[in-house]
């Protein structure tokens, strides 16, 4: 008892007094200190444990926060553009084409918003052990796919405003066609249960 007692950690518990010539003395005390040390011992170890669970559980929102806050200023200027088109804003050179044709700015707006947000929480490794990960996906990807093809779309097919320069229709084409080839990608690789291959893809997709 008294080597079981200085092993654990806290405070000191003296068996010294509780024995005489070797033997116990009034053992059911001697018990009760040994239990009392044990018990102060895994309480201790658990709230160490709760708070490593709780530091990972913090860190493992730490990527997704990140791509959340980087998804604001796209959501917010697309939802400033949806509030134009539902209103009696004027129409100038600028926004005329958004106007003249504007199913493909607004899928691509709400796909884009929907893809970005819901994407962001699919790198929540704790989600994504839970069906949520599932239901959410088949939401995500399609929209992803919806952005990157109206993207596309406007792109060829909309009047160039003053001001946009080939190279930039060049990026627009590249991230288009590469994020709907990632997309595209994803969805076979988890059609075939190669889940290895779906989180690659998805990843450089989103």
């Not at 806050?69 to 796209?74: D, E, F, I, Y």
């Not at 080939?166 to 066609?177: F, I, K, M, Q, T």
Request: with cysteine.
């Amino acid at each position: 008892l008294r080597g079981r007692l200085s092993r654990l950690p806290g405070r000191k518990y003296d068996a010294g007094p509780l024995l005489q010539d070797g033997e116990p003395q009034a053992l059911g005390l001697m018990d009760r200190r040994l239990c009392a040390a044990m018990l102060d011992h895994v309480t201790n170890r658990g709230r160490g444990e709760v708070s490593a669970m709780s530091n990972g559980s913090w860190k493992q929102w730490r990527v997704p926060a990140g791509l959340l806050a980087l998804s604001v200023v796209p959501i917010v200027a697309g939802a400033s553009r949806l509030n134009q088109l539902a209103s009696d804003a004027t129409v100038t050179e600028a926004n005329a084409r958004f106007f003249d044709q504007p199913l493909p700015v607004v899928l691509h707006i709400v796909g884009a918003s929907i893809f970005c947000v819901l994407g962001a929480f699919q790198f929540v490794p704790s989600l994504r052990r839970r069906a949520w990960h599932r239901v959410a996906g088949r939401i995500a990807l399609p929209m992803g796919l919806v952005a990157s093809l109206s993207g596309l779309w406007m792109t060829f097919f909309y009047d160039w405003p003053d001001g946009d320069e080939l190279s930039l229709a060049v990026v627009r084409v590249v991230v288009g066609v590469g994020m709907t080839a990632a997309l595209v990608l994803a969805l076979v690789a988890v059609r075939r249960r190669d889940f290895r291959s779906h989180r690659a893809w998805v990843t450089r997709g989103y």
